[in-house]
């Protein structure tokens, strides 16, 4: 089933008259993201905001999911699909669709604090799949099944102090972190990677192992960009809000307690301007930060263009020619 703008309307807890009024609700929503965040939650008492959310945030994370498990192991992924999902501060059920539709074959449960969100989950998954939903505004079910724990923009809203309280509650075999692509969550995810790896998490990505983040030493952080191809009618409404969807900071990170993976040894953490005569990075390799040079003259023009399209979070193969004194100059395996 496709998840599309026509296929949820029905369901919205607010119908919108046009087009118009949809975006107004979502430039609306947009404002109080960016400029009145001290009163940011003052939309889930708004039936209204709550749909317009829904039409617009909803469907623009819905193939980001798909996107971000192209990244993790396909028999990890696999693995997954036999699990009881939960979507912990699930919103709208954003994620718990986006798995539905990517195969999820257990229980859902969907954990929302807010009454309206939880309504409006409900009636979209009634709706769409005509059989109900496990909801509640906390964790209150008893399974011994194995669970699939996933954070859909919803950790970087918590104490860290809560986040950790529902991982010890919920007690999941399987850990998802998709959030804002921001230097604020990413220190925050530093300290829930020493607690999960504390707790004998194995760490599938983005980490090439599980010693100190080199991170934790620099003014950057890490996080990784997605490009996503979007329904036509959430394009429009995009282009109607001038709010671009296609291109989006993340900061993913996944664990597991019975599933190990061989991750890549170097990753792609930043993309540097590319010169006339190369392609540059930052990337993490091992336990240290490197700025890597690879040379145009050692590629074909096909290869350079598509080395020119690479984002964060990619992994790389690659030899070591030349160490410089501020750059390690390499070649592609």
Known sequence: MEISLSAISPYLIYRFKSEH???????????????????????????????????????????????????????????????????????PGTFS?????????????????????????????????????????????????PKFLLFGHSANEMELSKIIHYVQDINPDHILFIEPGTRDFFQKMLSLRAHLLKENYHILFPCPNPTICPMERSEDWCHQFISLKQDHE?????????????????????????????????RLVRVFPET??????LVCHGNKLEHYQLMKRDLSKEESKKLSSLLSGKALVTEVIKKLDHVTRVKLK
Not at 238 to 248: G, I, P
Not at 251 to 266: D, G, I, L, Y
Not at 276 to 281: D, G, L, P, Y
Request: charged residues 30%; hydrophobic residues 35%; glycine residues 4%.
């Open 21 to 91: 009024e949809l975006v107004e609700a979502v430039l609306e929503l947009s404002e109080k993201f960016t400029k009145n965040r001290e009163r940011i939650t003052d939309y889930l008492q708004d039936p209204k905001l709550i749909s317009a959310y829904t039409a617009f945030y909803l469907l623009t994370n819905v193939p980001k999911l798909s996107e971000v498990l192209k990244w993790l192991p396909p028999l990890w992924v696999h693995e997954l699909k036999e699990c009881d999902f939960v979507d912990l501060g699930a919103g």
């Open 97 to 145: 669709l986006a798995w539905k539709e990517l195969g999820g074959k257990g229980t859902f449960y969907q954990v929302e604090s807010s009454n309206l969100m939880r309504e409006q989950g409900r009636k979209i998954w009634e709706g769409l799949y005509q059989n109900p939903i496990q909801q509640s505004s906390h964790w209150e079910w008893k399974t011994d099944k």
């Open 234 to 266: 959430v394009e429009r409404i995009s282009q109607m809000a001038k709010k671009d969807r296609k291109l989006l900071p993340l900061t993913v990170f996944a664990f597991s307690k019975t599933f190990k993976s061989q991750n890549p040894s170097e």
């Open 276 to 281: 006339k005569f190369s392609h540059e990075w």
